[in-house]
């Protein structure tokens, strides 16, 4: 099964450290979304990618978020400091070119306590 | 108003019935209209993506557009406990000002099939 790959699935942390997250988009693909979705919320867009370049990042929070799509490797999305309020799952998607369908991962659970 | 909005539900519906799921969205230039399922706890799914007016039938599923309207239906047919779910209308609208490829998504509508 070539799809999309994010891990870990389920991550914990205490306030104030830094989470990663990774994503590995479906075999062919080179453009990467990222959606977070948070408790009893509809899913809401981060940021989009392609390979060393950051297209839109108009739904990314101004502080302590940032995203990476290298040319080697997964694309991270990194939070910094992270709060209570950082609780939530993070979706990776991706897609063949831009105007395609975006497939999306099984979701980052992330858990601050 | 928000940009895509969808009724909470839950829609609730007898085995074998027609679900019928509503979604209306705000942006006159959106161009790609699509429905992805997702079941509790888990990922979105993709149902049906839709382009242009009218009907686009798959399976079981017809999803209906209708840009005068600013308006985009999923349907369900035959419907069975495994369409237990909730279901995500989601938009994408062209970005003059780049190439941004976002979805917007609607809070989705928790539909129940009683058995």
């Known amino acids: 099964n070539a799809g999309v790959m994010q891990n870990p699935r389920h991550l914990v942390r205490r306030r104030g450290q830094e989470a990663r997250l990774r994503c590995s988009p479906m075999k062919g693909h080179s453009h990467v979304y990222w959606y977070r979705q948070l408790p009893e919320e509809g899913l809401k867009f981060m940021v989009y990618?392609?390979?060393?370049?950051?297209?839109?990042e108009s739904g990314m929070p101004k502080e302590r978020f940032s995203a990476e799509f290298p040319k080697e490797g997964p694309s991270i999305l990194r939070i910094q400091q992270v709060v209570r309020g950082d609780s939530a799952a993070y979706f990776c998607?991706?897609?063949?070119?831009?105007?395609?369908?975006?497939?999306f991962g099984p979701g980052t659970r992330l858990l601050v306590l | 108003q928000k940009e895509v909005e969808q009724n909470s539900g839950p829609l609730s519906v007898p085995e074998g019935a027609i679900a019928s799921l509503n979604c209306t969205y705000s942006d006159r230039v959106s161009q790609s209209f699509f429905w992805y399922r997702q079941y509790s706890g888990k990922s979105p799914e993709l149902i049906m993506s839709i382009y242009s007016n009218g009907d686009k039938e798959d399976g079981r599923f017809t999803a209906q557009l209708n840009k005068a309207s600013q308006y985009v239906s999923l349907l369900i047919r035959d419907s069975q406990p495994s369409d237990s779910a909730t279901y995500l209308c989601?938009?994408?609208?062209?970005?003059?000002?780049?190439?941004?490829?976002?979805?917007?998504f609607g809070t989705g509508t928790l539909l129940a099939v009683q058995p």
């Open positions: 990618l392609q390979k060393e370049n950051i297209i839109d």
């Open positions: 989601a938009v994408k609208t062209i970005n003059y000002g780049g190439a941004t490829n976002k979805l917007i």
């Open positions: 998607a991706s897609s063949r070119d831009g105007g395609e369908t975006q497939y």
